[in-house]
Protein backbone atom coordinates (compact mmCIF):
# COMPACT_ATOMS: atom_id res chain seq x y z
CA UNK A 1 0.00 0.00 0.00
CA UNK A 2 1.87 3.87 -0.83
CA UNK A 3 2.06 5.84 1.86
CA UNK A 4 0.50 8.82 0.28
CA UNK A 5 1.54 12.51 1.94
CA UNK A 6 -0.87 14.98 1.41
CA UNK A 7 -0.19 18.45 0.74
CA UNK A 8 -2.64 21.62 0.35
CA UNK A 9 -1.26 24.23 -0.35
CA UNK A 10 -3.76 26.98 0.32
CA UNK A 11 -3.38 30.14 -2.63
CA UNK A 12 -5.51 33.29 -3.57
CA UNK A 13 -6.16 33.17 -7.08
CA UNK A 14 -7.71 35.63 -9.09
CA UNK A 15 -10.23 34.92 -11.38
CA UNK A 16 -12.00 37.80 -13.10
CA UNK A 17 -12.85 40.23 -11.00
CA UNK A 18 -13.57 37.92 -7.72
CA UNK A 19 -10.96 36.73 -5.34
CA UNK A 20 -11.62 33.54 -5.00
CA UNK A 21 -9.97 30.99 -2.61
CA UNK A 22 -9.14 27.03 -4.05
CA UNK A 23 -7.03 24.46 -2.57
CA UNK A 24 -4.49 22.29 -4.52
CA UNK A 25 -3.91 18.64 -3.88
CA UNK A 26 -0.66 17.38 -4.42
CA UNK A 27 0.14 13.74 -4.18
CA UNK A 28 3.69 12.62 -3.74
CA UNK A 29 5.30 9.71 -2.15
CA UNK A 30 7.19 9.72 0.98
CA UNK A 31 10.34 7.98 -0.34
CA UNK A 32 11.40 7.43 3.26
CA UNK A 33 8.73 5.29 3.94
CA UNK A 34 8.85 1.47 3.42
CA UNK A 35 6.00 -0.67 2.64
CA UNK A 36 5.24 -3.38 0.64
CA UNK A 37 5.77 -1.60 -2.83
CA UNK A 38 9.42 -1.15 -1.88
CA UNK A 39 10.28 -3.45 0.24
CA UNK A 40 11.07 -6.97 -0.86
CA UNK A 41 13.91 -5.75 -3.23
CA UNK A 42 17.10 -7.73 -1.60
CA UNK A 43 18.59 -10.79 0.40
CA UNK A 44 18.63 -8.78 3.25
CA UNK A 45 14.73 -7.60 3.06
CA UNK A 46 14.26 -11.29 2.59
CA UNK A 47 16.14 -12.13 5.90
CA UNK A 48 14.47 -9.29 7.43
CA UNK A 49 10.80 -10.66 6.30
CA UNK A 50 11.48 -14.46 7.38
CA UNK A 51 12.93 -13.06 10.84
CA UNK A 52 9.51 -11.66 10.94
CA UNK A 53 7.94 -14.63 10.56
CA UNK A 54 9.78 -15.85 13.62
CA UNK A 55 9.22 -12.40 15.68
CA UNK A 56 5.81 -13.30 15.88
CA UNK A 57 6.27 -16.28 17.83
CA UNK A 58 6.46 -13.51 21.32
CA UNK A 59 2.86 -12.47 20.59
CA UNK A 60 0.88 -13.76 23.73
CA UNK A 61 -1.60 -15.55 21.43
CA UNK A 62 0.90 -17.29 19.65
CA UNK A 63 2.42 -21.30 19.99
CA UNK A 64 4.54 -21.55 23.16
CA UNK A 65 3.51 -18.02 25.03
CA UNK A 66 0.52 -17.15 27.21
CA UNK A 67 -2.67 -18.28 25.87
CA UNK A 68 -1.98 -21.68 23.91
CA UNK A 69 -1.34 -23.66 26.90
CA UNK A 70 -5.02 -22.96 28.16
CA UNK A 71 -6.14 -24.47 25.00
CA UNK A 72 -3.76 -27.42 25.32
CA UNK A 73 -2.94 -28.51 28.99
CA UNK A 74 -5.94 -26.45 31.22
CA UNK A 75 -8.69 -27.28 28.81
CA UNK A 76 -7.34 -30.77 28.63
CA UNK A 77 -8.18 -33.67 31.44
CA UNK A 78 -4.93 -32.78 33.50
CA UNK A 79 -5.45 -28.77 34.33
CA UNK A 80 -8.00 -26.50 35.29
CA UNK A 81 -8.14 -22.78 36.15
CA UNK A 82 -8.68 -21.06 39.29
CA UNK A 83 -8.64 -17.73 37.93
CA UNK A 84 -10.85 -15.04 39.08
CA UNK A 85 -10.89 -13.63 35.09
CA UNK A 86 -14.04 -15.24 34.41
CA UNK A 87 -13.43 -15.88 30.32
CA UNK A 88 -9.87 -16.73 31.02
CA UNK A 89 -11.23 -19.49 33.67
CA UNK A 90 -14.44 -20.88 30.96
CA UNK A 91 -11.32 -21.82 28.84
CA UNK A 92 -10.78 -24.29 31.11
CA UNK A 93 -14.51 -24.78 32.25
CA UNK A 94 -15.28 -25.98 28.64
CA UNK A 95 -18.31 -23.59 29.04
CA UNK A 96 -16.96 -20.45 27.45
CA UNK A 97 -19.65 -17.60 26.60
CA UNK A 98 -17.84 -14.63 25.48
CA UNK A 99 -16.31 -16.09 22.38
CA UNK A 100 -14.47 -12.61 21.54
CA UNK A 101 -12.96 -12.09 24.77
CA UNK A 102 -9.50 -11.19 24.72
CA UNK A 103 -7.81 -14.57 25.24
CA UNK A 104 -9.58 -16.09 22.64
CA UNK A 105 -9.62 -13.48 20.17
CA UNK A 106 -5.87 -12.62 20.36
CA UNK A 107 -4.89 -16.46 20.07
CA UNK A 108 -6.91 -16.70 16.91
CA UNK A 109 -6.03 -13.11 15.60
CA UNK A 110 -1.91 -13.82 16.56
CA UNK A 111 -1.94 -17.43 14.66
CA UNK A 112 -3.16 -15.65 11.51
CA UNK A 113 -1.07 -13.03 11.90
CA UNK A 114 1.69 -15.72 11.35
CA UNK A 115 0.56 -17.54 8.66
CA UNK A 116 -0.20 -13.91 6.81
CA UNK A 117 4.04 -12.98 7.71
CA UNK A 118 4.46 -16.88 6.46
CA UNK A 119 2.36 -15.91 3.06
CA UNK A 120 3.62 -12.45 2.38
CA UNK A 121 7.67 -14.67 2.45
CA UNK A 122 6.25 -16.94 0.24
CA UNK A 123 4.92 -14.71 -1.86
CA UNK A 124 7.59 -12.50 -2.55
CA UNK A 125 10.54 -13.47 -1.58
CA UNK A 126 11.20 -16.12 -4.96
CA UNK A 127 11.11 -12.59 -7.09
CA UNK A 128 14.24 -11.86 -5.20
CA UNK A 129 17.30 -11.49 -6.88
CA UNK A 130 19.39 -13.16 -4.19
CA UNK A 131 21.67 -16.37 -2.87
CA UNK A 132 19.54 -19.12 -4.29
CA UNK A 133 20.32 -21.00 -1.59
CA UNK A 134 19.49 -18.57 1.49
CA UNK A 135 16.12 -18.04 -0.54
CA UNK A 136 15.32 -22.03 -0.59
CA UNK A 137 16.10 -22.42 3.24
CA UNK A 138 14.20 -18.96 3.92
CA UNK A 139 10.93 -20.58 1.80
CA UNK A 140 11.19 -23.82 3.41
CA UNK A 141 11.04 -22.21 6.74
CA UNK A 142 8.34 -20.08 6.27
CA UNK A 143 6.57 -23.34 5.14
CA UNK A 144 7.06 -25.22 8.35
CA UNK A 145 6.18 -22.34 10.48
CA UNK A 146 2.67 -21.63 8.56
CA UNK A 147 2.42 -25.48 8.90
CA UNK A 148 2.61 -24.96 12.41
CA UNK A 149 0.21 -22.09 12.90
CA UNK A 150 -1.88 -24.24 11.19
CA UNK A 151 -1.74 -27.50 12.76
CA UNK A 152 -2.77 -24.87 15.78
CA UNK A 153 -5.33 -23.63 14.16
CA UNK A 154 -7.37 -26.72 12.76
CA UNK A 155 -7.05 -28.49 16.07
CA UNK A 156 -8.36 -25.62 18.32
CA UNK A 157 -10.99 -24.21 15.94
CA UNK A 158 -11.51 -27.36 13.26
CA UNK A 159 -12.99 -25.57 10.93
CA UNK A 160 -11.22 -22.44 9.32
CA UNK A 161 -10.07 -20.42 6.03
CA UNK A 162 -6.76 -21.78 4.36
CA UNK A 163 -5.12 -18.56 3.59
CA UNK A 164 -2.18 -19.03 0.87
CA UNK A 165 -1.34 -15.72 0.05
CA UNK A 166 -1.49 -12.13 1.28
CA UNK A 167 -4.24 -11.22 2.76
CA UNK A 168 -6.01 -7.83 1.55
CA UNK A 169 -7.93 -5.51 3.66
CA UNK A 170 -11.51 -6.73 1.93
CA UNK A 171 -10.80 -10.33 1.57
CA UNK A 172 -13.55 -12.51 3.11
CA UNK A 173 -12.22 -15.58 2.90
CA UNK A 174 -14.93 -18.67 3.79
CA UNK A 175 -13.41 -22.15 5.34
CA UNK A 176 -12.08 -24.92 3.74
CA UNK A 177 -12.41 -28.45 4.57
CA UNK A 178 -10.59 -29.83 7.49
CA UNK A 179 -8.95 -32.22 4.90
CA UNK A 180 -7.78 -29.46 2.40
CA UNK A 181 -6.17 -27.77 5.58
CA UNK A 182 -4.15 -31.17 6.41
CA UNK A 183 -3.22 -31.59 3.00
CA UNK A 184 -2.12 -28.35 2.89
CA UNK A 185 -0.02 -28.57 6.24
CA UNK A 186 1.51 -32.30 4.76
CA UNK A 187 2.63 -30.32 1.38
CA UNK A 188 4.20 -27.19 3.65
CA UNK A 189 5.92 -29.77 6.06
CA UNK A 190 7.05 -31.83 3.01
CA UNK A 191 8.40 -29.17 0.86
CA UNK A 192 10.22 -27.65 4.54
CA UNK A 193 11.91 -31.21 4.91
CA UNK A 194 12.78 -31.39 0.92
CA UNK A 195 14.85 -28.22 1.24
CA UNK A 196 15.61 -27.04 5.02
CA UNK A 197 19.23 -27.77 6.28
CA UNK A 198 20.20 -30.22 8.95
CA UNK A 199 21.73 -27.98 11.62
CA UNK A 200 22.49 -24.16 12.00
CA UNK A 201 25.47 -22.87 14.10
CA UNK A 202 26.42 -19.58 15.98
CA UNK A 203 23.18 -17.06 16.54
CA UNK A 204 21.21 -19.06 13.75
CA UNK A 205 20.61 -22.02 16.01
CA UNK A 206 17.06 -22.21 16.68
CA UNK A 207 15.77 -22.16 13.22
CA UNK A 208 13.68 -24.66 11.49
CA UNK A 209 15.79 -28.01 10.54
CA UNK A 210 15.33 -30.67 8.32
CA UNK A 211 14.10 -32.87 11.41
CA UNK A 212 11.96 -30.46 12.75
CA UNK A 213 10.11 -30.65 9.62
CA UNK A 214 10.06 -34.57 9.46
CA UNK A 215 9.29 -34.60 13.41
CA UNK A 216 6.21 -32.40 12.76
CA UNK A 217 5.02 -33.96 9.54
CA UNK A 218 5.22 -37.63 11.71
CA UNK A 219 3.08 -35.16 14.26
CA UNK A 220 1.11 -34.31 11.72
CA UNK A 221 -0.07 -37.69 10.03
CA UNK A 222 -0.59 -39.27 13.57
CA UNK A 223 -2.73 -36.80 14.76
CA UNK A 224 -5.00 -38.18 11.28
CA UNK A 225 -4.27 -41.47 12.03
CA UNK A 226 -1.85 -41.92 9.06
CA UNK A 227 0.00 -44.69 10.90
CA UNK A 228 2.30 -45.81 8.17
CA UNK A 229 2.93 -42.40 7.00
CA UNK A 230 3.87 -41.17 10.28
CA UNK A 231 6.33 -43.97 10.85
CA UNK A 232 7.99 -43.10 7.79
CA UNK A 233 8.38 -39.18 8.28
CA UNK A 234 9.69 -40.21 12.04
CA UNK A 235 12.36 -42.43 10.92
CA UNK A 236 14.11 -39.81 9.66
CA UNK A 237 14.86 -38.62 13.02
CA UNK A 238 15.28 -42.04 14.58
CA UNK A 239 16.53 -44.89 12.19
CA UNK A 240 17.59 -42.08 9.42
CA UNK A 241 20.20 -39.78 8.33
CA UNK A 242 19.26 -37.84 11.36
CA UNK A 243 19.56 -40.71 14.10
CA UNK A 244 23.19 -38.93 15.09
CA UNK A 245 21.86 -35.12 15.81
CA UNK A 246 19.09 -36.22 18.44
CA UNK A 247 19.26 -38.01 21.35
CA UNK A 248 17.74 -38.30 24.85
CA UNK A 249 18.93 -35.75 27.81
CA UNK A 250 20.89 -37.27 30.41
CA UNK A 251 18.99 -35.07 33.16
CA UNK A 252 15.34 -34.72 32.24
CA UNK A 253 14.70 -31.20 33.57
CA UNK A 254 17.31 -29.94 31.19
CA UNK A 255 14.96 -29.96 28.67
CA UNK A 256 12.95 -26.98 30.43
CA UNK A 257 15.59 -24.64 31.14
CA UNK A 258 17.24 -21.62 29.50
CA UNK A 259 20.67 -22.91 30.94
CA UNK A 260 20.09 -26.03 28.65
CA UNK A 261 18.09 -24.88 25.58
CA UNK A 262 18.83 -26.26 22.19
CA UNK A 263 20.74 -29.43 23.26
CA UNK A 264 20.50 -32.91 21.55
CA UNK A 265 16.90 -33.57 22.62
CA UNK A 266 15.53 -30.42 20.95
CA UNK A 267 14.17 -30.96 18.03
CA UNK A 268 12.21 -27.80 17.87
CA UNK A 269 12.17 -24.82 19.89
CA UNK A 270 10.51 -21.22 20.13
CA UNK A 271 13.96 -18.92 21.03
CA UNK A 272 12.92 -16.73 23.87
CA UNK A 273 15.19 -13.85 25.48
CA UNK A 274 14.83 -12.40 28.60
CA UNK A 275 15.13 -8.32 27.49
CA UNK A 276 13.48 -5.38 29.22
CA UNK A 277 9.74 -5.71 29.76
CA UNK A 278 8.03 -3.28 27.01
CA UNK A 279 10.47 -3.04 24.41
CA UNK A 280 8.11 -3.82 21.77
CA UNK A 281 6.92 -6.60 20.10
CA UNK A 282 7.71 -5.76 16.41
CA UNK A 283 10.87 -3.66 16.72
CA UNK A 284 14.80 -4.81 16.76
CA UNK A 285 14.32 -6.06 20.19
CA UNK A 286 10.97 -7.72 19.59
CA UNK A 287 12.28 -11.01 21.53
CA UNK A 288 10.64 -9.91 25.06
CA UNK A 289 10.69 -13.21 26.53
CA UNK A 290 7.62 -15.40 27.22
CA UNK A 291 4.76 -14.37 29.78
CA UNK A 292 3.54 -17.81 30.06
CA UNK A 293 4.91 -18.02 33.64
CA UNK A 294 3.32 -15.97 35.83
CA UNK A 295 -0.05 -17.57 35.02
CA UNK A 296 0.68 -20.44 36.11
CA UNK A 297 3.03 -19.81 39.37
CA UNK A 298 1.66 -20.36 42.49
CA UNK A 299 0.25 -17.35 44.89
CA UNK A 300 2.93 -14.58 45.89
CA UNK A 301 4.67 -15.32 42.58
CA UNK A 302 2.04 -15.70 39.84
CA UNK A 303 -1.58 -15.48 39.38
CA UNK A 304 -1.78 -18.82 39.87
CA UNK A 305 -5.00 -19.19 36.89
CA UNK A 306 -3.67 -22.61 35.57
CA UNK A 307 -3.47 -25.67 37.71
CA UNK A 308 -2.72 -29.31 37.16
CA UNK A 309 -4.86 -31.83 38.75
CA UNK A 310 -3.88 -34.36 41.26
CA UNK A 311 -4.52 -37.40 39.68
CA UNK A 312 -1.52 -36.51 37.52
CA UNK A 313 0.86 -37.30 40.80
CA UNK A 314 -0.68 -40.30 41.49
CA UNK A 315 0.04 -41.64 37.58
CA UNK A 316 3.66 -41.00 38.42
CA UNK A 317 3.31 -43.05 41.76
CA UNK A 318 1.92 -45.76 40.07
CA UNK A 319 5.46 -47.18 39.29
CA UNK A 320 8.49 -47.01 41.12
CA UNK A 321 12.02 -46.75 39.45
CA UNK A 322 13.94 -50.22 38.61
CA UNK A 323 16.03 -49.36 42.03
CA UNK A 324 13.07 -48.70 44.10
CA UNK A 325 12.56 -44.87 43.85
CA UNK A 326 10.74 -42.04 42.72
CA UNK A 327 9.71 -41.20 39.39
CA UNK A 328 12.27 -38.39 38.68
CA UNK A 329 9.97 -36.82 35.83
CA UNK A 330 7.57 -36.10 39.12
CA UNK A 331 9.78 -33.22 40.52
CA UNK A 332 10.33 -31.64 36.84
CA UNK A 333 6.70 -31.84 36.34
CA UNK A 334 4.85 -30.78 39.34
CA UNK A 335 5.16 -28.14 41.88
CA UNK A 336 3.25 -29.23 44.81
CA UNK A 337 3.78 -29.77 48.59
CA UNK A 338 5.48 -33.30 47.83
CA UNK A 339 8.15 -32.22 45.00
CA UNK A 340 10.43 -33.64 47.39
CA UNK A 341 9.14 -36.39 48.18
CA UNK A 342 10.70 -36.27 51.89
CA UNK A 343 7.29 -33.63 52.17
CA UNK A 344 6.06 -29.93 52.49
CA UNK A 345 9.17 -29.30 54.75
CA UNK A 346 11.45 -30.12 52.43
CA UNK A 347 9.65 -28.88 49.26
CA UNK A 348 11.57 -25.89 48.07
CA UNK A 349 9.21 -23.00 46.42
CA UNK A 350 10.70 -20.15 44.50
CA UNK A 351 13.46 -20.35 47.48
CA UNK A 352 11.45 -21.11 50.10
CA UNK A 353 9.89 -24.75 51.95
CA UNK A 354 6.45 -25.03 50.54
CA UNK A 355 5.51 -25.15 54.55
CA UNK A 356 6.80 -21.80 55.31
CA UNK A 357 4.41 -20.36 52.54
CA UNK A 358 1.27 -20.74 55.00
CA UNK A 359 -0.84 -21.71 51.83
CA UNK A 360 -4.99 -21.99 52.75
CA UNK A 361 -6.62 -25.08 53.13
CA UNK A 362 -7.86 -24.74 49.40
CA UNK A 363 -4.23 -23.53 48.02
CA UNK A 364 -1.95 -25.73 49.83
CA UNK A 365 -3.23 -28.91 48.09
CA UNK A 366 -3.01 -27.31 44.88
CA UNK A 367 -0.51 -28.79 42.16
CA UNK A 368 0.96 -26.56 39.77
CA UNK A 369 2.92 -27.23 36.19
CA UNK A 370 6.44 -26.68 36.76
CA UNK A 371 7.60 -26.70 33.73
CA UNK A 372 8.63 -23.52 32.16
CA UNK A 373 8.26 -21.94 35.35
CA UNK A 374 11.56 -19.85 36.62
CA UNK A 375 11.25 -21.05 39.82
CA UNK A 376 14.66 -22.84 39.68
CA UNK A 377 16.32 -19.13 39.69
CA UNK A 378 13.98 -16.50 40.58
CA UNK A 379 14.51 -17.13 44.32
CA UNK A 380 11.90 -15.31 46.50
CA UNK A 381 10.52 -13.41 43.39
CA UNK A 382 7.44 -12.63 41.69
CA UNK A 383 7.45 -13.99 37.79
CA UNK A 384 7.51 -11.66 35.11
CA UNK A 385 6.65 -11.23 31.64
CA UNK A 386 9.63 -12.05 29.73
CA UNK A 387 10.88 -14.98 30.97
CA UNK A 388 14.01 -16.80 28.89
CA UNK A 389 12.97 -20.15 28.93
CA UNK A 390 12.44 -21.48 25.37
CA UNK A 391 9.42 -23.50 24.27
CA UNK A 392 10.16 -27.18 23.35
CA UNK A 393 7.23 -27.45 20.49
CA UNK A 394 9.34 -31.43 19.49
CA UNK A 395 11.01 -32.80 22.10
CA UNK A 396 13.27 -36.08 21.04
CA UNK A 397 11.59 -38.05 24.00
CA UNK A 398 8.21 -37.36 21.89
CA UNK A 399 9.40 -38.43 18.89
CA UNK A 400 10.19 -41.77 20.13
CA UNK A 401 6.76 -42.05 21.70
CA UNK A 402 5.17 -41.06 18.73
CA UNK A 403 6.96 -43.67 16.77
CA UNK A 404 5.83 -46.67 19.05
CA UNK A 405 2.22 -45.10 18.71
CA UNK A 406 2.63 -45.47 15.41
CA UNK A 407 4.18 -48.87 14.83
CA UNK A 408 1.61 -50.06 17.47
CA UNK A 409 -1.35 -49.07 15.43
CA UNK A 410 0.03 -50.70 12.57
CA UNK A 411 -0.34 -54.25 14.64
CA UNK A 412 4.08 -53.83 14.95
CA UNK A 413 3.80 -53.58 18.68
CA UNK A 414 6.31 -56.07 19.71
CA UNK A 415 8.78 -53.66 17.36
CA UNK A 416 7.07 -50.72 19.14
CA UNK A 417 8.62 -51.27 22.84
CA UNK A 418 12.28 -50.93 21.84
CA UNK A 419 11.34 -47.02 21.51
CA UNK A 420 9.37 -46.55 25.17
CA UNK A 421 12.01 -48.56 26.01
CA UNK A 422 14.57 -46.06 25.67
CA UNK A 423 12.36 -43.15 27.14
CA UNK A 424 11.66 -44.95 30.67
CA UNK A 425 15.49 -46.11 30.96
CA UNK A 426 15.89 -42.49 31.03
CA UNK A 427 14.24 -42.07 34.04
CA UNK A 428 15.63 -44.85 35.54
CA UNK A 429 12.53 -47.46 35.26
CA UNK A 430 12.13 -51.00 33.76
CA UNK A 431 12.24 -51.38 30.03
CA UNK A 432 8.47 -51.64 29.11
CA UNK A 433 9.79 -55.23 27.46
CA UNK A 434 10.70 -56.48 30.67
CA UNK A 435 8.29 -55.47 33.34
CA UNK A 436 5.27 -55.30 30.73
CA UNK A 437 5.78 -58.07 27.99
CA UNK A 438 3.52 -59.68 25.41
CA UNK A 439 1.33 -56.70 25.64
CA UNK A 440 -1.98 -56.97 23.07
CA UNK A 441 -2.40 -53.91 20.83
CA UNK A 442 -4.90 -52.59 22.90
CA UNK A 443 -3.44 -53.11 25.92
CA UNK A 444 -0.28 -51.29 24.69
CA UNK A 445 -1.94 -48.09 23.74
CA UNK A 446 -3.65 -47.91 27.07
CA UNK A 447 0.31 -48.10 28.55
CA UNK A 448 1.27 -45.59 25.83
CA UNK A 449 -1.20 -42.94 27.11
CA UNK A 450 0.29 -43.36 30.74
CA UNK A 451 3.95 -42.97 29.42
CA UNK A 452 2.48 -39.89 27.35
CA UNK A 453 1.20 -38.61 30.80
CA UNK A 454 4.50 -38.90 32.86
CA UNK A 455 6.94 -37.70 30.18
CA UNK A 456 4.97 -34.79 28.64
CA UNK A 457 2.52 -33.85 31.07
CA UNK A 458 2.84 -29.46 30.60
CA UNK A 459 3.83 -29.51 27.43
CA UNK A 460 0.77 -28.52 25.15
CA UNK A 461 0.33 -31.84 23.80
CA UNK A 462 -2.38 -33.70 26.16
CA UNK A 463 -5.35 -32.32 24.25
CA UNK A 464 -4.79 -33.51 20.65
CA UNK A 465 -3.39 -36.35 22.54
CA UNK A 466 -7.37 -37.32 23.98
CA UNK A 467 -8.26 -36.15 20.50
CA UNK A 468 -6.44 -39.09 18.58
CA UNK A 469 -7.31 -41.49 20.41
CA UNK A 470 -11.03 -40.56 20.38
CA UNK A 471 -11.75 -39.09 23.64
CA UNK A 472 -14.27 -36.05 22.31
CA UNK A 473 -16.22 -38.69 19.93
CA UNK A 474 -17.60 -41.32 22.48
CA UNK A 475 -19.63 -41.05 25.27
CA UNK A 476 -17.64 -44.31 27.22
CA UNK A 477 -14.19 -42.70 26.67
CA UNK A 478 -15.65 -39.29 27.73
CA UNK A 479 -17.05 -40.54 30.91
CA UNK A 480 -13.41 -41.31 31.93
CA UNK A 481 -11.98 -37.77 31.33
CA UNK A 482 -15.55 -36.63 33.97
CA UNK A 483 -14.36 -39.43 36.56
CA UNK A 484 -10.87 -37.34 36.38
CA UNK A 485 -11.91 -33.83 35.82
CA UNK A 486 -15.40 -32.34 36.80
CA UNK A 487 -15.08 -29.77 34.13
CA UNK A 488 -15.70 -32.58 31.31
CA UNK A 489 -19.02 -32.84 32.61
CA UNK A 490 -19.53 -29.09 30.52
CA UNK A 491 -18.33 -31.45 27.43
CA UNK A 492 -20.78 -31.73 24.72
CA UNK A 493 -20.42 -34.38 21.87
CA UNK A 494 -20.37 -32.82 19.02
CA UNK A 495 -19.44 -29.18 20.30
CA UNK A 496 -16.78 -28.77 22.87
CA UNK A 497 -13.97 -30.38 20.64
CA UNK A 498 -13.29 -26.90 19.05
CA UNK A 499 -13.06 -23.83 20.19
CA UNK A 500 -16.04 -20.97 18.83
CA UNK A 501 -14.61 -18.96 16.34
CA UNK A 502 -14.41 -15.34 17.45
CA UNK A 503 -17.82 -13.90 17.20
CA UNK A 504 -16.04 -10.04 15.88
CA UNK A 505 -14.32 -12.39 13.08
CA UNK A 506 -18.17 -14.02 12.12
CA UNK A 507 -19.32 -10.34 12.56
CA UNK A 508 -17.35 -8.58 10.03
CA UNK A 509 -16.63 -11.87 7.88
CA UNK A 510 -20.38 -13.17 6.54
CA UNK A 511 -18.38 -15.93 4.72
CA UNK A 512 -17.61 -17.50 8.20
CA UNK A 513 -20.32 -19.93 9.63
CA UNK A 514 -20.10 -20.42 13.81
CA UNK A 515 -18.60 -24.36 14.91
CA UNK A 516 -21.81 -26.60 15.08
CA UNK A 517 -23.75 -26.18 18.37
CA UNK A 518 -21.80 -22.93 19.77
Given at each position: ???????????????SATACKKSLELEIENPNRIDESN?????????????????????????????????????SDDGYSTSPWNELRSVGGLNITQ????????????????????????????????????????????????????????????????????????????????????????????????????????????????????????????????????????????????????????????????????????????????????????????????????????????????????????????????????????????????????????????????????????????????????????????????????????????????????????????????????????????????????????????????????????????????????????????????????????????????????????????????????
Open positions: MNNIIKLVIAASLMVFWKTGDDALKGINAVYGNFYRNGSPGSRWTPFYFDIRYSFEVNFDTWGHHWRGVYRANQVLAYVPAIQMDENLKKQYLAEAKFIRALYYYNLVTIWGNIPLILQPSQPDDKPSQATQQQVWAQIENDLTDAANSLPVSYTGEEVGRATKGAAYGMLGRVYLQQKKNAQAATALEWLITGPGMSLYNLEANYADNFKHTTENNRESVFEIQFKQRPENSGEDGPASNVGTSRAPFFAPPGHGFNDGNMHRWVVHEFLKENTAGGGRDPRLTATALYDSTDERGPDFTIVYGSTFTSKNYDNNIKNRVWYRKYLDDYFRINQFEIFNSPVNFRVIRFADVLLMYAEALNNLGRTSEAYAFVDRVRERSGLRKLSVAMPGLTQAQFQKQLEHERITELSGESLRWNDLARWGYFDDAAKLAELKARDPEFNNFILGRNKYMPIPQAEIDINPNLVQNPNW
